[in-house]
DNA sequence: ATTTAACCAACTATAACACTTGGTTTTTTC
DNA sequence: GAAAAAACCAAGTGTTATAGTTGGTTAAAT
């Protein structure tokens, strides 16, 4: 279980999923806008989810994605676990080959805690997330933000889009 | 609190240092031999954490390092710590100005689990590894390994350095 | 037909880690 | 007092993963 800020963006966007649940699908672009992640990025981390069974996509105009589960059964762990493909810890990554083929001094301390980072974060599901209070907070300032961002960008692309010919994806 | 191979050495050698503390000071090049770490990465290591007061080193002949707190009050966090000095994780790295200066989504999960694993590393002291049994067989295979491995390597390395003029510093 | 958005592949920049090189200074030992 | 052992120090290099970019193709709705 490594712990990045890729496992990070992922599970930002995937709550941002869970919060707008009701609303049908998001795209990429608002969660890109309204969480500040590349949108090539995002959609680098998406074909991981999809490819995990968590989210599905649908294309074409008001497609985008949903989750593919419930939020009760999407967890923190599962959503970093399948973003992260386990890049194993160049020592100690799992096997007990840390030396030499053998166990290194401090195997036993690292799995432990492994576990333990494990237990937490698979404790934690969407659901409970979207649930506390902090989180919606931060939601509902992020939605007022994004209205009247997108108000008033929208028509400068448009218009910035028939000058220059060039339409900026972020 | 971030985790990574360095850490991991670091602790180690704490380790190291812990179950020879009998046998006065020990020399990193002890350490990077047995623990496979190399000498010049020790060293930096070695100068964060006598710059953190977690260890004491004695030059010359017969010199080495030993701890500078007993083992009871060393715990496996102040070594982390004092070793990665919060090379901070980008956005949400502490303060919470991690979307446009304020909180972004999932900022308390992050900081919630950092609490977590900080707890669970503080609450190990080197006094705690030294005698756990998994510890002591491994450090027991690494005694002997040493020995067999020193008394040949010795010989070889004078006899290489009259030859060649260089002396391998692994 | 056009637009929207997912989907896809390959490339680039950056930063941290892990390691190297080549020293100096201090202390012990002969 | 010379030589050796070790800590101490500074400036580099190689590698790798992350984060982001570029430039597309395909599928679906208006």
Known sequence: MRLTTKGRYAVTAMLDLALNQGKGAVTLQDIALKQ?????????????????????????????????????????????????????????????????????????LWTDLSLEIYKFLDGITLFNLVNRPEVREVAERQEIEQQSHSSGLQSIVVESDQLTGTTNRY
């Open 36 to 108: 500040e992640i590349s949108l090539s990025y995002l959609e680098q981390l998406f074909a991981k989810l999809r490819g995990n069974g968590l989210v599905k996509g649908t294309r074409g105009p008001g497609g985008g994605y949903r989750l593919a589960q419930s939020a009760e059964a999407i967890s923190v762990a599962a959503i970093i676990t399948a973003v992260d493909e386990k890049a194993d810890m160049t020592r100690c990554g799992g096997e007990a080959n840390c030396q030499d083929g053998k166990k290194c001094l401090t195997h036993e």
